[in-house]
């Protein structure tokens, strides 16, 4: 009887609150279905802080490949600062840029810089070197006959500890079971 009730009060709970029911599209989703509809977007029908806003929630994917609609988020910003949502402000005909949006570079997205190569791919370079260098020596030494005492010992000592390893790994497998 109590888990009836208490399921009735909150089902009727979340009946009443309004904001749970529908939530408000996000104004990145406004600015798209404008920008969908027009294939442009209407620099007067937003504000400035919501077309910064809808260009801030453009992620990485989106700046690759969809491009268009960055640019055109930020010609409607251009146009905006031209004036032309002002009262008496300069509007361009339907369909026509005004002169700031025409003349609207958008900004590179990969900027080249004249930084140097980054330390960790300079001390990997060079380890690979070491280490192809290394293996070109030894290849060169075992074709020519070449096999020092010390890496014989080094070989069986290898050995020996692969053979102590398994071991180990088998004894902890069978106490595990």
């Not at 453009?58 to 251009?78: K, M, P, R, S």
Request: charge should be positive; proline fraction near 6%.
């Amino acid at each position: 009887m109590r888990l009836r009730r208490l399921t009735a009060l909150v089902t009727v709970l979340l009946a009443a609150s309004p904001g749970w029911a529908t939530a408000a599209p996000s104004i990145y989703s406004q600015v798209l279905a404008a920008y969908q509809a027009n294939g442009s977007i209407p620099p007067c029908q937003f504000t400035s802080g919501q077309l910064q806003a809808a260009l801030k929630g453009v992620d990485t994917y989106g700046q690759q490949y969809f491009a268009d609609f960055t640019n055109a988020i930020q010609t409607a910003l251009a146009t905006r600062g031209a004036g032309a949502c002002l009262p008496g402000g300069t509007r361009a005909p339907a369909g026509q840029q005004s002169v700031a949006a025409a003349q609207f570079v958008p900004p590179s997205i990969t900027g080249s810089t004249s930084a140097g190569w980054p330390a960790p791919l300079l001390v990997l370079a060079g380890l690979s070197v070491a280490f192809a260098c290394a293996g070109l020596l030894t290849v060169l030494g075992r074709a020519r006959g070449w096999d020092p005492r010390w890496a014989a010992s080094l070989r069986h000592g290898l050995g020996e500890a692969g053979y102590r390893a398994a071991e180990a790994w088998s004894r902890l497998l069978a106490r595990g079971r």
